[in-house]
């Protein structure tokens, strides 16, 4: 198929890639005229701009935008809801909020055009590898697109099958491929960020282990109840045939691996968006997540030194100590 | 009536002051000879040691404990065991935790002498307003040291007797009067061990809500949804008919009205014992109790700079900035 | 002063009669003609709708909305800012999102009319004890109902002033009164959602607490390890210069002296939407609130037998049984 | 080696015929006279009880106890160690409490016999694919019983090698080979209960993304911000080169695809002794484990209908309602 893709980031440039390979027609744009130049000497139609990206793909045509959640997108899309008519089809491969993808369907069915949201786990590695998709939108767009999505998916490799989905897979094998059609707009990147909100979850109790693992070493416990354990070693052993061995574990392996103390990292740690809107999705629809939530607010507490709750909790101590009468 | 008290520090000496005032005999001992003649000079009988005490007392006696929990106490309540006999009746009014009490309560029956301990919450305003006070121990015991704790607790007061109870506090006033008889050996002390398990989970309360009420100042928030608010007036304004009016919001309100910014606190929060016990014990019935133990760890938390999982989650996430393949 | 009060249910009726009893004038409406006859029984204009209402106040006009958040605060503002002109006073007494506030201000002002957000806490007991009050606004539009804030405050009444803040008191007397100008529009409503907040968390302490002294009597526990605590003395003697006393500790006191079981209750426990947008606001500030958050969850949690999630841990349970491959 | 084995379930039995296989001999002893026999027809040589299997296995012996942790292992190591001495090696591999096996050790150690506690993850796949290891104990003890722990350890397979540790791996295999020695007594236990309580987290991290994906289809949402999910794709999607696949995710892929409704379970969730000592480790170190803690909660909370808390909420609440008298 012909597709546009606007955004040559590390992950646009991947998917423009990985798609060309399997046969594709690739219209590429950036505002990095470099990053169109490198894409087009791999084979990629180079494209000037929007327009220059229209007449290039004909209508009607599929648009892949692959930038940063937010303005960027939100702009682009704009623009190209500007100009589509019937039968275009507009892509958000990004991290958009999903009410947005909501809002923006509406906007473009009101010109014909179809919009999808494709939330995308895999990284660096997808060119190579392959994209585990998420996709929100309506059937006959993402069906039409079924291809692009095909040839961007890991495929079923070396992960064995789950047992009794055999004979469902054997009929739509989207999901063991690694894609999925979640819903009508706004479905692909919901799915994306519960998959975030977990993530937070699963980091974290990685990360509550090890450290009552390292705090066993402490000097203020009883001299033989202390261990000075080997964390590198335990996270290679968990890997290997323990019911906790997954992908994070294996990154924690490697990161323990190059320094038992990761004395390379601060400890200060990032969130997106993600893990807000997810716990932002559970109160919508009244569903406790004590563990999602205490996860994304252990990274806000990783960024400050000293909360001013935790001088209040001071505070009220210091009041204690006799400054102020007992309540009678 | 005559008790011993061991220990003068500043809750020892103002039971021991606030009992002499109600008209009881006190015999007093501390390793410091100067806490010793000081009460001595307000009316006190100065004892010498344990053996001085117990001559003093004569037989049976009663003995007030009120040293730091653990060893102190344990030595001194052990010392007693050592020599005491029939009728004799040990109280550890400090802030054992509450197995230590059954033990030593068994400990002590083989010997017919009876154990009680007293939970207190009060503090150093407690000389001049009394002590509320959760104690446990043998029925007949409690009730033999009755006028002991009517002459400490605070008394009715000023604060409105609880509508519905006024038939159980005319024939039981002991409730109403700020003491009650909470069970066996070792009750008073867990009564006393869950309150400060609560006010921990209150006093997190309060701190979380006034970092989101300071927080609204953030310049990283939309500018019309600022807010530089007066904390020390919201603190006040809330102690005037709100439904979050307490002892603990007063002790806010001063604190907030010294310095608005609490400059004088780092934030570094201790913690007793008893959070953590009171969520051993939850543990131990199988009671969930996220609010009481995410403020016990805030407190834990407030003590380091970065947790070690803090930078495994940095080192996950350097994983996946494609130095590790994903997997296949 | 004159105000037209809209919506005459418990709250809007108390704040009518009250500002009555202080002297002001009443302009009153409300869907329910027998509210709206009642009040004018004691002594308010009845209006008979909001044209009404204005033709009686005449211009400008104070318009203090008094009905629940959401759709019909909402139309009504909506309705006055539709013939609304320079000098008006728009006041919104009930719950809304502070978000709404800032729209709803923004959007008055450029018709030359001013809108007034005013939080309170205090319920029922309103019209004899007077309000507590979080307001945000215009500054002259809020000094400009001075007057009708002063007469619905509670007043100093016997709660003792706040050491350290004599002489800011003296010369701002408002917020030991029980009533503060927070900061523009929304800052009323704000602070008042954060002390949801907060209540919401404090009432979890309590919960969890009482929860742990239940427990204690499980025959789960080893049998000398068990108390059969009286509830509803500790809830009385904690009232009783305990550092835990509060106005919601008396509640519990009230209700445990009721019935120590609680049998009339489910304990399916409602929430309003101010603890969800609290951590709404913790999350957009990037502020962790543990406790607040868990207070919230266990709320939603008590509405549900069983969540999905729970089956799906059974699941995984299961699946450990030999019923799938271990990861080799 | 020469092993005896007692305790002869699931997993005693797995291990005796993984070790037959490696070439190993096993004296085998269970109460149930049916599993010795069971055992004896696949070579092992069977023990009438302790005193048999140690005529069988001579002196010194090792004996490998698998029980079911407390009471079976407590008096089964009690009475190997009445009759062991110098150079007997005694093998927890249940999973007891880790501070029990710093104390067996020590009473073993008075004899000049050796402890060695051995956590096992793995469950009924360990005869085919082999377990994973955490060994606690004396250096030597362990060395000299690693043919055993060689032979039931899962080996290399098919899982990748760690980038950063093939030095380290090709110098002493055992931890990519799927065993460790974690450290003295107790050292294997402990990091076993780590394990455990990760694994809680980990789980509960998936239960409340999927919880929260199920409630997007509730009919409170508004209409077009609904979707009704397939959660069984979901779960096999996110197995395809997603960031947070892993053994659990295969397990709940698995459960799904059986019924996506998951209504053979109640979700009443059990929970071994592990997670709890983890929180309790978590707390004497002083770690805050908000995560680790939530889920053990959740757990606690899908057994009961309603908590005591709740209606003490529900009774707060209805205090609000005009039955008490506001704090003045």
């Known amino acids: 198929m012909k597709i546009g893709i606007i955004g040559l980031g590390r992950m646009g440039a991947g998917i423009a890639r990985r798609l060309m390979r399997a046969g594709h027609e690739v219209v590429a744009f950036d505002r990095d005229e470099q990053a169109v130049a490198a894409l087009a000497s791999d084979g990629a139609v180079a494209a000037s701009g929007l327009d220059d990206m229209r007449a290039k793909l004909g209508t009607p045509g599929i648009y892949w935008v692959m930038l940063p959640a937010g303005d960027p997108t939100e702009q682009t899309v704009t623009a ?10 507009v892509i958000d491969g990004g991290n958009s909020f999903y009410k947005d993808d909501i809002r923006r369907a509406k906007a473009l069915a009101e ?23 998420m996709v929100g939108g309506d059937k006959a767009a993402v069906d039409h697109i079924d291809p692009i999505l095909a040839a961007l998916a890991p495929g079923i490799g070396t992960i064995p099958r ?3 989905r055999e004979a ?7 999901a ?19 998959h975030n909100g977990i993530e937070y979850g699963l980091m974290q109790a990685y990360a509550e282990g090890f450290d009552i693992l390292k705090g066993k070493a402490s000097d203020k416990l009883p001299e033989d109840e202390r261990f000075d354990l080997n964390l590198t070693d335990i996270a290679e052993v968990w890997r290997r045939g323990s019911v906790i061995s997954s992908w994070l574990l294996d990154l924690t392996a490697i990161g323990l691996a190059k320094d038992q103390d990761l004395a390379q990292f601060t400890g200060s740690v990032a969130d997106s968006g993600e893990g807000q809107w997810t716990i932002d999705a559970a109160m919508e629809e009244k569903v406790p997540a004590n563990v999602l939530t205490a996860a994304l607010f252990a990274r806000y507490r990783s960024r400050v030194d000293h909360t001013f709750g935790d001088k209040l909790l001071s505070a009220m101590r210091f009041g204690f100590g006799g400054h102020v009468e007992m309540p009678q």
């Open 162 to 164: 789950t047992p009794g």
């Open 111 to 133: 010109k014909g055009a179809r919009y999808v949201d494709v939330g995308t786990s895999g990284g660096v590695w997808g060119l190579e590898r392959g994209f585990c998709m």
């Open 176 to 194: 063991e491929q690694g894609y999925i059609h979640a819903g009508p707009a706004g479905a692909g990147h919901f799915v994306k960020m519960v």
């Open 80 to 89: 190209i809801g500007a100009f589509c008519g019937t039968g275009d089809i």
């Open 168 to 174: 469902a897979d054997n009929e739509d094998p989207r």
